[in-house]
């Protein structure tokens, strides 16, 4: 009897037998509008993003940004060139080292300066640290997102000593405005060195731990694997830098690709996941590179220390320009930071002691754009894992 | 699922919009070169010249892993051209009138779109010509000139394929400001291209969401104008302070 039925493609079968036909209704699901933030833990800082569900899953996911503007790039056009780089700290300012690095590298190229190799050493080594701290504190709070407590204390109690380190070297803990123009602000203080490898020594078996903590957990893996995924293509189409490319399986580290500073002397290995505990672009595999560039850093850290040069006469001050006046021009300077290309775009018109221009490119703003490209087709839940998986400090997206 | 990884093709299709554009310009392209106007930009024939095509057959061969391409390009003799030279050239053959000189200056080699319509045109034809493969757009950073012209500056990079670098500015006046947009070309540019709308209002058409980014949907004014002034009150509260 069933065989002559005409059935409408919206009317489902739900029960056929000999003698009686259920025929319903396809139930229509609305779709529905979930805000997620500003205050929501997991978007670390105050992000929204509104969320068009259907049941569990997603539709659409759209970023707001703009909570935690502060106008970097208006206030850089009426500072002096030095002033710049404190509002440089306070971008990204889980990884001030590295911000403050961009900007000096991106400066000295505009103006020609040559430093010495001395402090190109140390400039390394301290960012080389803060990347560590900063993937700690990513690697941490991942794991907080995703219900485990554990391993975010680790990460804390390993972070603080890098921390102490620092805060050692030039007395601030977060933002340092410790690279200058030119040079540093104060040299490596006596036995400096020696303790930080001592960290070292005492920090390469824990970052295997941390490493294996997360990578071998069951609930860990089940709720990063194959979740959020991003093809090499659009990955690369879209921007994306730092560990969402490499998490893509692209092996491309600005460090090695385009070398600043003194990063071509040094031997360390560009973290790409091997596609055996994870899946090549998903969630796992870009947490799997955060752990694995500790370990890189680390590496990069120990030759540094081995090849600096000592000089008891070393005034870190000595190439650093009385006044930063660079002459009419512009440059595109990009580094690699703990969350990828960190470029800034600074234009001179040769007249004054203020930048005409001087744009950030931050790679938390770019990876960011590509949520919802990753959130679509996922549940809910899993929203949280992917954003985590970004890694986004909003000091940066929003500048 | 690692396999669908090695293409680098972007899987995302041209929209029927943008293609329509494309195929719009070109007849436009054609249709000048026909009645021969002066003034117009002209499209040259696309044919390489042979010097040029045996350098590319040399770049091909030699091509260098990304480790090395620097050194490479320190130490070839200085009339070698560089590889940015090399892809400007292309795009100098298939363009014409419609880009501008190189600027080679030793800091960020740029040239400039004369003719702002064929931007689009430019920016596919750069990411999909098998010899320059802009696939990666670092920045996209919007401009004032302080002389009645905004603009924007894009850094562009061929990463995994070439390893070249190139600038490419695109200006606008200020009482016309309208760009085409590229975002269907390079995703980066979606949210660059708000920002450079937010931050100096240049208006991007054909943009799939052309929205502030930054600061709220209602305030006044393109804050990083040479010449903006700050609106007095913003919802009541003072903002000068």
């Not at chain 2, 044919?47 to 320190?74: F, H, I, M, V, W």
């Not at chain 2, 269907?184 to 937010?198: K, P, S």
């Amino acid at each position: 009897m069933s065989d002559d039925l005409h059935i409408e493609p919206t009317v489902r079968l739900t029960s056929v037998d000999e003698n009686t036909t259920i025929l319903e209704k396809d139930l229509d699901t609305e779709h529905m509008l979930v805000q997620m933030g500003p205050q929501h833990p997991s978007t670390h800082g105050v992000l929204r993003v509104e969320l068009l569900t259907d049941g569990e899953v997603i539709v659409k996911a759209t970023p707001h940004l703009g909570y935690l503007h502060r106008c970097f790039e208006k206030h850089a056009e009426n500072i002096d060139y030095p002033g710049i780089i404190p509002y440089a700290d306070r971008m990204d300012y889980l990884a001030s080292m590295n911000n403050d690095l961009g900007f000096a590298v991106t400066m000295e190229k505009l103006m020609g300066i040559e430093i010495p190799e001395r402090i190109d050493y140390m400039r390394i080594i301290v960012s080389e640290l803060n990347r560590i701290a900063s993937h700690l504190v990513a690697v941490g709070t991942y794991a907080i997102d995703l219900g485990a407590f554990t391993p975010f204390l680790f990460c804390f109690r390993d972070r603080e000593h890098i921390l102490n380190l620092l805060e050692w070297l030039c007395g601030a803990r977060m933002l340092y405005n410790y690279i200058w123009i030119g040079g540093v602000s104060h040299d490596f203080p006596p036995k400096f060195k020696e303790r930080v490898l001592e960290f070292v020594r005492y920090f390469k078996p824990k970052a295997r731990e941390i490493y294996r903590l997360l990578t071998e957990n069951e609930i860990f893996v089940q709720r990063t694997r194959n979740i959020g995924l991003l093809p090499a293509d659009v990955a690369i189409n879209a921007g994306a830098s730092g560990p969402m490319l490499r998490g893509s399986g692209v092996k491309w580290d600005l460090r090695r690709n385009d070398p600043y500073s003194l990063y071509h002397e040094l031997e360390f290995d560009i973290a790409v996941p091997d596609g055996k505990a994870s899946v090549i672009g998903d969630c796992l595999s870009r947490h799997l590179v955060r752990a694995i560039e500790i370990e890189e850093s680390l590496k990069i850290i120990e030759q540094c220390i081995d090849k600096m040069p000592d000089d008891p006469n070393f005034d870190p001050h000595a190439t650093v320009p009385k006044r930063v006046k660079p002459k009419a021009g512009e440059i595109y300077g990009r580094t690699e930071a703990p969350r990828g290309e960190l470029g800034f775009y600074v234009v001179s018109d040769g007249k004054g002691t203020k930048p005409y221009r001087c744009k950030a490119r931050s790679s938390c703003f770019v990876n960011l754009s590509l949520l919802g490209e990753m959130a679509k087709g996922q549940y809910l839940a899993d929203v949280v894992a992917i954003i985590g998986s970004i890694d986004i400090v909003l000091g940066e997206v929003d500048r | 699922m690692s396999e669908e990884n090695q293409s680098n093709e972007p899987k995302k299709k041209l929209s029927p919009a943008l293609a329509a554009r494309l195929e719009a310009m070109k007849k436009k392209k054609e249709g000048e070169e026909a009645s021969g106007e002066a003034s117009e930009p002209k499209a040259k024939p696309s044919k390489l010249s042979p010097a040029l095509a045996a350098r590319l057959a040399a770049k091909k061969t030699q091509k260098p892993g990304q480790e090395t391409s620097s050194e490479t390009k320190a130490e070839e003799p200085a009339k070698d051209p560089e590889p940015h030279e090399i892809a400007y050239n292309i795009i100098k053959e298939e363009f014409g009138d419609a880009i501008s000189d190189l600027d080679n200056n030793p800091h960020m080699p740029f040239f400039e779109v004369n003719e702002k319509s064929f931007w689009p045109s430019i920016a596919y034809f750069m990411r999909t010509d098998s010899r320059l493969k802009f696939n990666f757009l670092s920045c996209l950073s919007g401009i004032d000139y302080d002389d009645g012209r905004l603009g924007i500056v894009c850094n562009l990079d061929s990463i995994d394929e070439h390893g070249h670098k190139l600038s490419v500015k695109v200006n606008c006046t200020k009482e016309d400001a309208h760009i085409p947009s590229v975002a269907e070309v390079w995703l980066t540019a979606d949210w660059h291209e708000r920002e450079a709308y937010d931050m100096y209002g240049i208006v991007f058409d054909e943009h799939p969401d052309m929205r502030r980014i930054l600061c709220p949907d209602d305030w006044e004014g393109y804050p990083l104008r040479k010449d903006y002034q700050v609106q007095e009150y913003y919802h009541g509260i003072r903002v000068p302070y």
